[in-house]
């Protein structure tokens, strides 16, 4: 037997939660589930820290995206990497009292 398609407020409680949520980011868990009351969606508290979990989970997602997307353009994906080259250019001018005096003179 097909499942019955859900009509009314309570047709999709999660993003109910999701827009209590971008009403007030700080909202306790308890505060939305009475503003979803008050509108006739009956959520429990497990699924309020469901959903705000996942949607800090997106966040941090797309945060290290951000990251990586800017360590890319900086032309070093690899820190360690770019360390090793210093040395090896600090080595080639005659040690890293001489790298430094030529970037001081290159910043000037």
């Keep these: 037997m097909p499942k019955k398609e859900s009509t ?3 047709a999709n ?3 109910a939660i999701r827009d209590a949520f971008a009403q007030n ?3 306790e868990t308890q505060v939305v589930i009475d503003q979803l009351a008050e509108k006739g969606v009956k959520v429990t508290p497990t699924m ?3 959903i705000r ?3 800090q989970l997106a966040r941090r ?3 290290r995206a951000r990251v990586a997307e800017s360590s890319v353009k900086t032309g070093a994906a690899n ?5 090793l080259r210093v040395k090896d250019m600090a080595r080639e001018v005659g040690g890293i009292r001489n790298l430094k005096q030529l970037v001081d003179l290159l910043a000037e």
């Design 13 to 15: 409680k999660s993003q």
């Design 79 to 83: 820190p360690v990497e770019l360390v």
């Design 53 to 55: 979990s996942k949607q």
């Design 61 to 63: 997602k797309a945060k």
């Design 8 to 10: 009314g407020p309570s």
């Design 48 to 50: 309020v820290y469901y």
């Design 25 to 27: 980011p700080k909202a």
